[in-house]
């Protein structure tokens, strides 16, 4: 069978239905047992008004799926999002409730479908620490049930939920990492304003600090290298890009340089546990790149590439022995396909289209762009346009990303194809404060919500009109949480640029936002006062920039979606905003879920919002009339 990837068409592409964009993929999310002798994968199971994705598991025979696919997860009330083997017998993942991000840790038997919840504590959220790969029968999870604002490391029997602390929080404790025996060795504190690692040779040893730093100075461990002494890093010292370093505990100011990139932040390594040696290290630029270390890794990446031309390709599950993965192919107009691949045979057996019903040749490109802010600093992003249009006074829905502290990347974006299937080009800013692009662009973000941080999407706006590809009467503005707070600033800043505004799960009152985040996040409220504001000393600039309090200044028809579980915005930010408008009589929609948290997940809902949406960005954009639906 050839798989590549088909060219993009130039004619206008068909109008395909709603839920082809969202609804659950048959099967996704493909992961190998440690020994090859079965493989795990998600997929949707009815529940009567729609479906959710569960665990199935099948036997391997030579690496090729055989038999039939047994269920091995039953959950009705919302996705697994993900799961992991231990071991050859045993899938584990997690699940929370309604959105509340309180997440549980279950263990199930893959050969009788027995369960087990390894964390049952009401209102506490529980993680993977490390996996014990050597350790057949347990793992090292942190929850804060002990104290929520704190994060405990415990020992975990994964037939009994019997646990173990291993590492008790002092209250400062921001991170844990373990060596390769499964000890956790080093610890990363925080103040808030200041950030500290921690080191011990033995897990009977105290910690003590080897690392002292400001927190805008990251020295971030990945993992120890092969003989549990030196530690891996991505630090930032003394130069702008986080690079990748290997540190001596008992030399800690003297980091050995192993590889940097001048222009973008390192976002992690990897490491053969088998081989014991660095495999690669990867950054962002206007794509994903990776820089090998070892051969192996190296030439079998470029294997994967020939044979799968077209294609960016991942490895996304490995056995113990390294000698089978499972490869994602994929790109900015597809999900793509999902291959078994063997090392010794060269060869690979297609598991799966993660999409089938989007032909590859309907989506849109994505392609990178860079401008000017008004202050001199260079901007980069993405613009979509819709297929086989003139990109010339098109409608544009700007789409400013969430976090902030984080960025939109080049791949695969179900709501940018969505978007332009319907004839709008978007356009998606990696504004100041975005993350990957040096220390200096995401201190430049600091104190600036809402400010020169709003300023980077406006010049944007700016940017294209002056391209003539967006008509200037066509114009709106959709984001997420930090993003729905950017296009409620943008239409109280701005308000006769956009025609529509869509807010779903935004910020809408600094003040407010900062007395009502998660427990967990407090151990960093300092910082947030730096990064964002104190409120304060710095309250008359909150108050001018929190959109419920200028809602005097609005007068865009707007559209917002919140969760009414979500921990980290809460509803009343939403309720403040509607409420604020209802009194002046503008123009707004309210959608709220009982049964959603920070963004929806439910296939149900993601279906209605984005109906509503469409229905909406139609009504205040009218957008030139589209094809027929395909089929």
Same mark, same amino acid.
């Given at each position: 069978?050839?798989?590549?990837l088909?060219?993009q068409?130039?004619t206008?592409?068909?109008r395909?239905e709603?839920?082809?964009f969202?609804?659950?993929?048959?099967?996704?999310?493909y992961? =190998?047992s440690?020994d090859?002798?079965?493989?795990g994968?998600l997929?949707?199971?009815n529940v009567?008004h729609a479906t959710?994705?569960n665990?199935?598991?099948?036997a391997l025979?030579?690496?090729?799926?055989i038999?039939?696919p047994k269920q091995i997860?039953?959950?009705?009330?919302?996705?697994?999002d993900g799961?992991?083997?231990?071991?050859p017998?045993t899938i584990?993942?997690?699940?929370?409730? *309604?959105?509340?991000?309180?997440?549980?840790?279950?263990?199930?038997?893959a050969?009788t479908g027995?369960?087990?919840?390894?964390?049952?504590f009401?209102g506490?959220?529980?993680?993977?620490?490390?996996d014990?790969?050597?350790d057949?029968?347990h793992?090292l999870?942190?929850?804060?049930?002990r104290?929520p604002?704190?994060?405990?490391?415990?020992?975990?029997?994964?037939?009994?939920g019997?646990?173990?602390?291993v590492?008790?929080n002092? /209250?400062? &404790?921001?991170?844990? @990492?373990?060596d390769?025996?499964?000890?956790v060795?080093?610890?990363?504190a925080?103040?808030?304003?200041?950030?500290?690692?921690?080191?011990?040779?033995?897990?009977?040893?105290e910690?003590?600090?080897?690392?002292?730093?400001?927190?805008r100075t990251?020295?971030?461990?990945q993992?120890f290298?092969?003989?549990?002494?030196?530690?891996?890093a991505?630090?930032n010292r003394?130069r702008d890009?986080?690079?990748?370093?290997?540190i001596?505990?008992? @030399?800690?100011?003297q980091?050995?340089?192993?590889?940097e990139?001048?222009?973008?932040d390192?976002?992690g390594?990897?490491?053969?546990r088998?081989?014991?040696?660095?495999t690669?290290?990867y950054?962002?630029?206007d794509?994903l790149?990776?820089?090998?270390?070892?051969?192996?890794?190296?030439?079998?990446h470029?294997r994967? #590439?020939?044979?799968?031309?077209?294609?960016?390709v991942?490895l996304?599950?490995?056995?113990?022995?390294e000698k089978?993965?499972v490869v994602?192919?994929?790109?900015?107009?597809?999900?793509?396909h999902?291959? &078994?691949y063997?090392?010794?045979t060269?060869?690979?057996?297609?598991?799966?289209? &993660?999409?089938?019903?989007l032909?590859?040749?309907?989506?849109a490109?994505?392609?990178? &762009?860079?401008?000017?802010?008004r202050d /001199?600093l260079e901007?980069?992003?993405y613009?979509t346009l819709?297929?086989?249009?003139?990109?010339?006074?098109? $409608?544009?829905?700007? *789409?400013?990303?969430g976090g902030?502290?984080?960025?939109?990347s080049?791949?695969?974006?179900p709501e940018?194809?969505?978007?332009?299937?319907?004839?709008?080009a978007v356009?998606?800013i990696?504004f100041?404060?975005?993350t990957g692009?040096g220390?200096?662009f995401?201190?430049a973000s600091?104190?600036?919500?809402?400010?020169?941080?709003?300023?980077?999407?406006?010049?944007?706006?700016a940017? =294209?009109l002056?391209?003539?590809i967006?008509d200037?009467?066509?114009?709106?503005?959709?984001g997420?949480?930090?993003g729905g707070?950017a296009t409620l600033?943008?239409?109280?800043?701005?308000?006769?640029?956009?025609?529509a505004?869509?807010?779903?799960?935004?910020?809408? *009152?600094?003040?407010?936002f900062?007395?009502?985040?998660?427990?967990y996040w407090r151990?960093l409220?300092?910082?947030?006062y730096t990064m964002?504001g104190?409120?304060? #000393?710095?309250?008359?600039? =909150?108050?001018?920039?929190? $959109?419920a309090l200028?809602?005097?200044?609005?007068?865009t028809?707007?559209?917002i979606? @919140?969760?009414?579980?979500?921990?980290?915005v809460n509803?009343?930010?939403?309720?403040?905003?509607?409420?604020?408008?209802?009194a002046?009589?503008?123009?707004?929609?309210y959608?709220v879920?009982?049964?959603?948290?920070?963004g929806f997940?439910?296939?149900?809902?993601?279906?209605?919002?984005y109906e509503r949406?469409?229905?909406? =960005?139609?009504q205040h954009?009218?957008?030139?009339?589209?094809r027929k639906?395909?089929?």
């Open positions: 069978m050839n798989f590549h088909v060219e068409q130039d206008i592409a068909p395909y709603l839920r082809d969202f609804q659950n993929p048959q099967r996704s999310a992961a =190998l440690d090859g002798s079965m493989i994968f997929q949707p199971i009567g959710r994705l665990v199935f598991v099948q025979d030579q690496g090729k799926p038999g039939t997860t039953h959950e009705t009330e919302r996705d697994v799961f992991f083997w231990k071991g017998n584990v993942y997690a699940k929370d409730f *309604n959105g509340d991000e309180n997440y549980h840790v279950l263990a199930v038997d050969q027995k369960s087990k919840d390894l964390t049952p009401e506490a959220r529980a993680g993977i620490q490390d014990l790969e050597d057949p029968d793992l999870i942190a929850h804060n049930a104290n604002e704190a994060f405990d490391v415990y020992r975990v029997n994964i037939h009994t019997d646990q173990q602390a590492a008790q002092p /209250g400062n &404790i921001i991170g844990w @990492q373990t390769h025996q499964g000890t060795r080093l610890a990363i925080s103040d808030g304003l200041h950030t500290a690692v921690l080191h011990r040779r033995h897990d009977t040893d910690f003590s600090v080897i690392i002292q730093t400001d927190f990251d020295v971030n461990p993992f290298d092969k003989d549990n002494q030196k530690f891996y991505l630090s003394g890009t986080a690079a990748l370093v290997l001596d505990p008992n @030399q800690p100011e980091e050995q340089l192993i590889f990139n001048a222009k973008y390192l976002l390594a990897g490491y053969s088998l081989r014991h040696v660095l690669a290290a950054f962002e630029a794509k790149h990776y820089h090998f270390f070892d051969e192996i890794s190296a030439i079998r470029q994967l #590439k020939d044979l799968l031309p077209g294609y960016e991942s996304q599950s490995a056995t113990r022995d089978t993965f994602a192919a994929y790109s900015d107009r597809t999900p793509g999902r291959f &078994i063997h090392d010794e060269q060869q690979l057996h297609h598991l799966g289209e &993660i999409n089938p019903k032909n590859p040749a309907h989506m490109s994505m392609r990178p &762009i860079r401008f000017t802010a /001199g901007i980069h992003g613009l819709p297929v086989g249009m003139e990109p010339r006074d098109l $409608p544009v829905v700007v *789409n400013p990303h902030p502290w984080a960025r939109d080049w791949g695969f974006n940018v194809q969505f978007l332009a299937n319907r004839g709008y356009l998606q990696n100041r404060g975005s692009y220390r200096r995401w201190e600091f104190g600036q919500w809402g400010l020169s941080m709003q300023d980077d999407i406006s010049d944007g706006v940017w =294209l002056k391209q003539r967006a200037p009467n066509k114009l709106a503005i959709y997420g949480s930090y707070y600033m943008a239409i109280c800043k701005t308000p006769d640029v956009y025609a505004a869509i807010d779903y799960v935004g910020v809408s *009152n600094l003040l407010t900062m007395q009502t985040i998660p427990p151990p409220l300092e910082k947030m964002v104190h409120p304060e #000393k710095d309250r008359e600039r =909150l108050e001018a920039t929190s $959109p200028n809602a005097q200044h609005i007068k028809p707007l559209f979606a @919140q969760g009414a579980q979500d921990p980290r509803k009343a930010e939403s309720d403040q905003m509607v409420n604020a408008l209802k002046r009589h503008v123009e707004v929609e959608m879920k009982e049964n959603e948290g920070h997940q439910n296939e149900e809902n993601k279906f209605e919002f949406m469409e229905q909406f =960005l139609e954009l009218q957008p030139k009339p589209r639906t395909h089929k």
